[in-house]
């Protein structure tokens, strides 16, 4: 089993910046894939970074992703954040198996 906790949302300025963490615990020696989704209301869920066991990465625009092995953690860094960028970012991770797990989801929401 793997849980998956994320943590770092919440309400940011238009402009401003957020770092989400992603911290990952169970058998996490045997994940070798991890992802940032995020859902908007009414929109379906969208992937917006990932991350491989490797160090390969992929990025959608303005955000970044990495991990700190020690901490389990998985961060995704999010820039000149905009009122579209409002949704619920999920963590999705897939181990050995091709077993699948998402964490329950933390709130962005970009306003003034």
């Known amino acids: 089993q793997v849980q998956l906790v994320e943590s770092g949302g919440g309400l940011v300025q238009p402009g401003g910046s957020l770092r989400l963490g992603c911290t990952t615990s169970?058998?996490?020696?045997?994940?070798?894939?991890m992802g940032w989704y995020r859902q908007a209301p009414g929109k379906q869920r969208e992937m917006v970074a990932s991350?491989?066991?490797i160090g390969n990465t992929s990025v959608k625009g303005r955000f970044a992703i990495s991990r700190d092995n020690a901490k389990n953690t998985v961060y995704l860094q999010m820039d000149s954040l905009r009122p579209e960028d409002t949704a619920v970012y999920y963590c999705?991770?897939?181990?050995?198996?091709?077993?699948?797990?998402w964490g329950q989801g933390t709130q962005v929401t970009v306003s003034s």
């Open positions: 999705k991770a897939i181990r050995s198996g091709g077993l699948v797990y």
């Open positions: 169970g058998s996490v020696s045997s994940i070798y894939w």
């Open positions: 991350i491989s066991r």
